[in-house]
């Protein structure tokens, strides 16, 4: 474990040292200040309505839960941006580069290596992801006076997300050139968050064949999964219309999917890594 | 006394692709082998194998007589990359620290500063590596691959980027490792290198070894040159012991001798003798 942290603590500084960290803390720091501008006007443009007139619709619920549904998507949009660009290249891309060949010959496992680049990314991602949700949610509150019906469930499945794809990272990085794998960790992203938005229709058109597919998705990717429960949590005592709303709302199906995918996204993480270390196993470097 | 490198009959196939077949070869403890051979000749993959880096398709490899690419054998090999980097973002002394860490080496600070000295890098432990000459960024490779104390060191061109100056410093420490006990195997292009420190010399082509021996043994004679009265005259066919018979000769026949050189074949010769010949 100590090799791990070794090579986890020189991955955090590399992070550091090229400012890769200060970069994105700018940047979120931007993209905070216009979520914060977009939540103050929302909320005072709601203070000159009334209650609606055929259907009632509780406004500040409507724009708390919107909102905090974009910041979730931001969170994990720019947590999986930034799992992949740690990781994209830490097995065949740091080879190609002979940065790996040094530390390999060392009497440390290839999977220790493995293990401290997951624990240095999900290092930086986890509390990413986690502290630009915590924040918009301080936001919201100030903005509107709304909270959350959950901050864990949301959180705790950001987190767990990321390192989901910090672990899929890992295996394409062993299996394919720096590049490439970028490419197939966002294209797999998108896909799970299609994934979300078919079920979506299929719920609300009532065709299973769309929600079956879904759920096979959401599962096989299961930050998608994590994400739809976490958004399904944001917001899970509103009801009446303004939940229906709230729940088709434009950023992925917000739906319970049910305690199981915490032990599932963690067994579904250990054995991509797995994969990931056998693959690096068989790798001549 | 165990070999420290031993290597017995050891093939390696990417694909259909042969790169070593049938290769055996040792290193001794003190003893410094260079590996020669051309481009493709398969050197870099038998240091691979050596040091773990390349899984074997057949034969055996072991350090120390642990089994090379095991935990045990890497923690007795020191090995530099031909083509290597470290990261441009970190200190020479951070990237010491590192290595040592990783190869439980409790050396601290004085280990590094000896390491940074013996290559010519003392003072220099503060310096980020993206700020190092290519030659500098080399010899900290060298350092790092000192790191731990090993039994056997794997040096891969290690002075292709270096200056005189810088290969002066490399030659001079393969003599202190050879000194101190540590086995080496050193692949380079460099036969003057080659034929300067090493005490044996193992030629590969093909990834079969064609030839093998002390350099002294593997450079033909070649011959002998009198300066004349009527010239410089070449007997390529004679030897050392015939130099005063043929100088008599010569006295005797009126002409007279200012010089006489015996001519020695070089390492070139030999190298191509065995890689150009068996080619053609």
């Given at each position: 474990?100590?090799?791990a942290l070794?090579?986890?603590?020189h991955a955090?500084r590399?992070?550091v040292?090229r400012?890769?960290l200060l970069?994105?803390?700018?940047l979120?720091t931007?993209?905070?200040?216009?979520?914060?501008?977009?939540?103050?006007?929302?909320?005072?443009s709601l203070?000159?309505?009334?209650?609606s007139?055929?259907?009632?619709?509780?406004?500040?619920?409507?724009?708390?839960?919107?909102?905090?549904?974009?910041?979730?998507?931001v969170?994990?949009?720019?947590?999986?941006v930034l799992a992949?660009f740690?990781?994209l290249?830490a097995?065949r891309?740091d080879?190609?580069r002979g940065?790996?060949?040094?530390?390999?010959?060392?009497?440390?496992?290839?999977?220790?290596?493995l293990i401290?680049?997951?624990?240095a990314?999900?290092?930086?991602?986890?509390?990413?992801?986690v502290?630009?949700f915590l924040?918009?949610?301080?936001?919201?509150?100030a903005?509107?006076?709304?909270?959350?019906?959950?901050?864990?469930?949301?959180a705790?499945?950001?987190?767990?997300?990321?390192?989901?794809?910090?672990?899929?990272?890992l295996l394409?990085?062993?299996?394919?050139?720096?590049?490439?794998?970028?490419?197939a960790?966002f294209?797999i992203f998108?896909?799970?968050l299609?994934?979300?938005?078919?079920?979506?229709i299929g719920?609300?058109l009532e065709?299973n064949g769309?929600?079956t597919a879904?759920?096979?998705?959401?599962?096989?990717?299961?930050f998608?999964?994590?994400?739809?429960n976490?958004?399904?949590?944001?917001?899970?005592?509103i009801?009446?219309?303004?939940?229906v709303?709230?729940?088709?709302?434009?950023?992925?199906?917000?739906?319970?999917?049910g305690?199981?995918?915490?032990?599932w996204?963690?067994a579904w993480?250990?054995?991509?890594?797995?994969?990931?270390a056998?693959?690096?196993g068989?790798?001549?470097? | 006394m165990?070999?420290v490198?031993?290597v017995?009959?050891?093939?390696?196939t990417?694909?259909?692709?042969?790169?070593?077949?049938a290769?055996?070869?040792?290193?001794?403890?003190?003893?410094?082998?260079?590996?020669l051979?051309?481009n493709?000749?398969?050197?870099s993959?038998?240091v691979?194998?050596?040091c773990?880096?390349?899984?074997?398709?057949?034969?055996?490899?072991?350090?120390?007589g642990?089994?090379?690419?095991?935990?045990?054998?890497r923690?007795?090999?020191?090995y530099l990359?031909?083509l290597?980097?470290f990261?441009?973002w970190?200190r020479s002394?951070?990237?010491?620290a590192?290595?040592q860490?990783?190869?439980?080496s409790?050396?601290?600070?004085?280990?590094r500063?000896?390491l940074?000295?013996r290559?010519?890098?003392?003072?220099?432990?503060?310096r980020?590596?993206?700020?190092?000459?290519?030659?500098?960024?080399?010899?900290?490779g060298?350092?790092?691959a000192?790191?731990?104390?090993?039994?056997?060191?794997l040096?891969?061109e290690?002075?292709?980027a270096?200056?005189?100056?810088?290969r002066?410093?490399v030659?001079?420490l393969?003599v202190?490792?050879q000194n101190?006990g540590?086995?080496?195997l050193?692949?380079?292009?460099?036969l003057?290198?080659?034929?300067?420190?090493?005490d044996?010399?193992v030629?590969?082509?093909?990834g079969?070894?064609?030839?093998?021996?002390r350099?002294?043994d593997?450079?033909?004679?070649g011959?002998?040159e009198?300066?004349t009265?009527?010239?410089?005259?070449?007997l390529?066919?004679?030897?050392?012991e015939?130099v005063p018979?043929?100088?008599r000769?010569?006295v005797?026949?009126?002409?007279?001798?200012?010089?006489?050189?015996v001519v020695?074949g070089?390492?070139?010769?030999a190298?191509?003798?065995?890689v150009?010949?068996?080619?053609?």
């Amino acid at each position: 474990m100590n090799d791990a942290l070794t090579v986890a603590g020189h991955a955090l500084r590399e992070a550091v040292r090229r400012k890769v960290l200060l970069v994105v803390a700018l940047l979120t720091t931007g993209f905070l200040a216009l979520y914060a501008l977009a939540a103050f006007e929302a909320f005072n443009s709601l203070e000159g309505f009334g209650p609606s007139g055929i259907v009632p619709i509780d406004e500040r619920a409507l724009a708390g839960g919107t909102l905090l549904g974009l910041a979730m998507f931001v969170a994990l949009f720019l947590g999986v941006v930034l799992a992949v660009f740690l990781t994209l290249g830490a097995v065949r891309g740091d080879a190609e580069r002979g940065l790996l060949q040094p530390l390999v010959v060392r009497p440390v496992g290839r999977t220790t290596l493995l293990i401290g680049r997951l624990l240095a990314a999900s290092a930086v991602c986890v509390p990413y992801v986690v502290g630009v949700f915590l924040i918009a949610v301080l936001i919201t509150h100030a903005a509107g006076d709304f909270t959350p019906s959950s901050l864990v469930v949301p959180a705790g499945g950001l987190a767990l997300g990321v390192v989901t794809v910090v672990a899929a990272s890992l295996l394409g990085s062993s299996l394919l050139g720096t590049t490439a794998n970028g490419i197939a960790i966002f294209m797999i992203f998108a896909t799970g968050l299609s994934g979300g938005l078919m079920g979506q229709i299929g719920d609300e058109l009532e065709v299973n064949g769309l929600s079956t597919a879904s759920s096979v998705i959401s599962w096989l990717v299961p930050f998608e999964a994590l994400y739809q429960n976490g958004l399904h949590a944001l917001t899970a005592d509103i009801g009446g219309v303004t939940g229906v709303i709230v729940e088709l709302g434009p950023f992925g199906g917000a739906e319970s999917v049910g305690g199981g995918i915490w032990p599932w996204a963690i067994a579904w993480s250990v054995a991509v890594l797995a994969l990931a270390a056998v693959a690096f196993g068989r790798r001549d470097l | 006394m165990t070999a420290v490198l031993s290597v017995r009959a050891l093939s390696k196939t990417y694909g259909k692709t042969p790169a070593l077949e049938a290769v055996d070869l040792e290193v001794a403890p003190g003893e410094l082998v260079g590996l020669l051979g051309p481009n493709g000749a398969g050197k870099s993959t038998l240091v691979k194998i050596a040091c773990g880096l390349v899984r074997a398709t057949g034969g055996e490899v072991s350090v120390a007589g642990a089994p090379a690419g095991s935990r045990s054998a890497r923690a007795l090999t020191g090995y530099l990359a031909e083509l290597f980097r470290f990261p441009g973002w970190a200190r020479s002394e951070e990237v010491l620290a590192l290595h040592q860490r990783l190869a439980r080496s409790d050396g601290g600070q004085a280990e590094r500063e000896a390491l940074l000295a013996r290559v010519g890098l003392a003072g220099e432990g503060g310096r980020k590596v993206e700020t190092m000459s290519k030659g500098m960024q080399q010899r900290l490779g060298i350092a790092q691959a000192l790191i731990g104390d090993p039994q056997l060191v794997l040096l891969d061109e290690p002075t292709s980027a270096l200056d005189p100056g810088g290969r002066r410093t490399v030659r001079d420490l393969l003599v202190g490792l050879q000194n101190e006990g540590i086995g080496v195997l050193l692949n380079s292009h460099l036969l003057s290198e080659i034929e300067l420190v090493c005490d044996r010399v193992v030629i590969i082509d093909g990834g079969r070894v064609v030839t093998e021996g002390r350099p002294e043994d593997l450079t033909a004679p070649g011959g002998v040159e009198i300066e004349t009265s009527d010239g410089i005259r070449r007997l390529p066919d004679a030897r050392r012991e015939d130099v005063p018979r043929i100088v008599r000769e010569l006295v005797a026949s009126g002409t007279e001798v200012y010089g006489v050189r015996v001519v020695s074949g070089t390492l070139e010769d030999a190298y191509l003798a065995a890689v150009v010949g068996r080619d053609g």
